[in-house]
Structures are given as C-alpha cells and as structure tokens.
C-alpha cells in the first residue's frame, strides 16, 4: 500500500503496546474552529459536496495535522451517509444541523431500504480514504468511522436531530420487530462499510455510538450493544501486515463499559463524566481508552488547560493502553491555539 508508518504510536497504544509518550487526535479536529476549513467549506459550496469531493475532504483531513502535532488523522465524512446512500433524503439546514426528506414510519419502509454496496455506492468515501492515505505518506495513521445501527436509526425515524427520541423510541417500543429488522439492516450497512473503508487504506476503526446513552441498561444491551457486537464479528481486522484496531464510543455510556470490552474491540471512548481511573478499573486493562477531557476546558486559560491534561493523565495512571482526546467532538467556537496548548501538554507531560 502507501509508505512505511513513521508514527504508529496510536496503533501501538490500541494494542495496549508500550509507547514512548500518549499519543492525542481529537475528535472532530477536522472542522469548524479552523478558519482554514471555513474556507474549504464555503469554496465547497456545502456540506455534502465537501464531504463528497475526496479532494476537498482530503484537503480538510489534513488541515489540523499542520497546525498541531497530533498522532492520527480522521477521515472527514459524516456519521449520515449510509442513510443518505439508502435513500432517505439528507439535506442540511441552517441552524437546524441534519433532516432526512424521507424518514422511516413504519416496517413496510423497513423493508423499502435497499441494501446498498458500499464500494459502489459511497465510491466517494473510499476514494477519499484512498487519496488521504497516499498523501499522509506514512506520517500518522487513518482512522476511518461509521455512526452505531442505533444511532443511525435515530436520525433515520426522527428525521432529523432529537432532544426527546419520542419516534425513534416509539418504534422501539411500539413495533420491536421493525427496530430489529432496521438495526440489522443497518449494521449489515455499517459493516460492509467500515470493511471497504480498510480496503481502501483506514488504518483503525470508530464506531460512534452517539445516542445510545438515551436507553436504559436493558435496552441498550438490546438495541445497541447486540448491533455494535455484530459489527466487530464482521470485520477486517488485519490489513497491511497489522492489526486494525476498533474502537467503540458511546456517549454517557460509562457504565456499560465491561459489557463493551466483552465485544472483543480493541479500545473504548470514554466522555468527561467518568474518570479513566474507574473506568480502567471497571474494564480491568483488557481494552486501550480512549478520553476524556471535557471539550469545554478548551474555553480556559492555558495555564488552566495544562493542569486539566495533566489531571487526565494522571487519573488513567502509569502503564500502556491510553490514547488522549476529548471526552466528545471539538467545539465550533473553540480559538484553535488553545487545542496546540492540549496536543504540547500531552506531548510534555506523557513523555515523563
């Protein structure tokens, strides 16, 4: 494939292999608190087209890795496209984030989604997969993503963003059988999806279970976890003569991280509302973690910031197996500067 990896140190610390500092990406570093990215997007037109043009997308994967010395970079796509691929209708608008012009109501358009191939038809992901590959040249990893079957079917039957989920869980309770039949239908998606991603050159996986903190124990082990453990069965876990970790992220999902781990990825994202040394006791070190500074402390001063870093590091302890971010996605309004202060903390304070 591509060149020779200069900085496998994210890859390592997946693998829970010694390392010689914690390597720090960010969630969402490719985006919208970069003016350099605001640029590319107006000059994109909109979103989709940005997302859809693997030259612009490839130009914004890269945007954050000059800027600041991060350790993977991450595709720049959307969680939405598998339902777009299916039909649904996506559009952005203003102010109002995602909307689907044709959401999902009932079993008969459970049935209706077409299975999609995701080579064919989401050929512009794996071509921008490709042509980031090649032009990281073996600096950093690639990281490639999908949304959870569970999340994905939130934006799907809502329609759009949610505060309440009152269709998504609607159907859920109402109809079990058509949620089923959806999230499998999605996860089958999501895997053939990721397994293309690997094809065309991403290095380790993410899986974004953004929604699946909204369920209870029960129906979080049902209608999410079940989805996530069919995925990891079904990929491509070696590609180039190495592993290809997969990690899984869902958002206010702490407690549920030992049942995660028995899923057999390789790490977990963990957000800001529990501490890595809980969680490292609570997944017993079978699995890397992946967190979990609170996104706002990137409002601080960098004084503060520092001590904030030094804090997480110190919460996850001595030993391998951590790699540092945010516990979710980067702020819009966040000044860029204070994201370099993050990487340098983590970069100073690790090394010892």
């Not at 984030?97 to 358009?109: L, V």
């Not at 309770?173 to 991603?197: C, R, W």
């Not at 993410?206 to 903190?213: C, H, L, R």
């Amino acid at each position: 494939m591509s060149a020779q990896l200069q900085n496998d140190l994210y890859l390592r610390a997946l693998m829970r292999e010694p390392v010689e500092r914690t390597p720090v990406w960010v969630m969402r570093q490719a985006g919208r608190y970069l003016p350099e990215y605001l640029r590319v997007r107006k000059q994109a037109g909109d979103f989709m087209t940005l997302c859809s043009t693997p030259e612009l997308a490839c130009e914004v994967t890269l945007q954050p890795l000059e800027r600041f010395k991060l350790d993977a970079a991450i595709l720049f796509s959307d969680i939405l496209t598998i339902p777009d691929a299916m039909g649904l209708g996506l559009h952005f608008v203003a102010g109002e984030g995602p909307k689907f012009s044709n959401p999902i109501t009932s079993r008969a358009d459970v049935d209706n989604l077409p299975n999609i191939d995701a080579g064919t038809d989401l050929r512009y992901v794996m071509d921008a997969v490709s042509v980031i590959r090649k032009e990281l040249n073996g600096r950093v990893p690639l990281i490639g993503f999908s949304g959870s079957p569970w999340t994905l079917a939130t934006y799907m039957v809502e329609g759009g963003g949610t505060k309440d989920f009152a269709k998504v869980k609607g159907m859920m309770f109402s109809d079990p059988d058509a949620m089923h039949a959806l999230l499998n239908k999605n996860a089958v998606a999501v895997t053939n999806y990721l397994n293309a991603q690997v094809q065309a050159g991403a290095q380790s996986l993410m899986i974004f279970d953004t929604w699946g903190g909204v369920l209870s124990p029960d129906d979080y082990r049902q209608f999410s976890l079940h989805y996530m453990q069919q995925i990891v069965d079904g990929l491509t876990r070696e590609a180039d003569g190495r592993r290809v970790p997969v990690v899984l992220f869902t958002k206010n999902g702490g407690r549920w991280l030992p049942d995660m781990a028995d899923t057999g990825c390789d790490g977990l994202g963990v957000d800001w509302t529990m501490d890595l040394a809980d969680a490292r006791a609570l997944v017993n070190d079978r699995v890397a973690l992946q967190g979990n500074l609170d996104p706002s402390t990137l409002y601080a001063s960098p004084e503060r910031i520092r001590a904030e870093v030094k804090k997480v590091l110190d919460s996850y302890g001595s030993g391998p197996g951590h790699v540092f971010n945010l516990g979710h996605g980067i702020h819009q309004f966040v000044n860029p500067d204070h994201l370099g202060v993050m990487v340098d903390a983590v970069r100073e304070f690790s090394a010892s």
